[in-house]
């Protein structure tokens, strides 16, 4: 693999950058490609540091983050949860190609959850009509992350969200 590490408020010790190194390379054995690219982002926030790997091997865009109070423990967060990624995304090629499945014992993977996803909770709400502006004010009232409602100019169901940054975000979904 082919490992690009980019810090932002945050300085990468030489060490770390070597444990990273060293821990990323046990990946290898799932790419054929020495020039997979494989981005490492470092942050710092107070506190808290944050981990981004990333992982884009022919069109599949495999991604893990982590925020924890050292980069030291969140390596062994991070690489686990992209590992088990990786495993399902392989297998997931495998049933759809036919192809033979690896037999080779997986290092970070303690046990893979085949368990189907369940719906634990149903609620049923009556969305008003309002313009998105109207509707980002509303999220504003409550404590929650996201807003839904019928775009006034529009009306179709959309929902405006509060991202990472603070910043809000409008979703606009359609059918082809």
């Known amino acids: 693999m082919k490992l690009e590490i980019v810090a932002k408020n945050y300085r990468a010790s030489d060490k770390l950058e070597q444990i990273l190194f060293a821990k ?3 990946l290898d054995k799932y790419f054929p490609d020495d020039a997979t690219p494989c981005k490492i982002v470092l942050s710092e926030s107070g506190r808290q540091c944050k981990m981004e790997i990333s992982i884009n091997y022919h069109g599949a865009h495999i991604r893990s983050e982590v925020v924890g109070e050292n980069m030291y ?10 590992e088990r990624q990786i495993v399902k995304h392989r297998e997931k090629l495998n049933k759809s190609y036919k192809m033979p499945e690896r037999t080779d014992e997986y290092e970070f993977v303690s046990a893979v959850d085949e368990s189907p996803v369940e719906i634990a909770k149903v609620k049923r709400f009556e969305v008003e009509e309002m313009s998105a502006v109207e509707a980002a004010e509303n999220l504003e009232m409550v404590d929650h992350d996201f807003y839904l409602f019928v775009n006034a100019e529009t009306g179709n169901v959309e929902a405006v969200y509060r991202r990472k940054d603070g910043s809000i975000g409008l979703l606009q979904p359609y059918a082809e």
Do not use: A, F, Q, V
């Open 73 to 82: 423990y969140n390596i062994d967060s991070c690489l686990p949860k992209l």
């Open 24 to 26: 990323t390379k046990k």
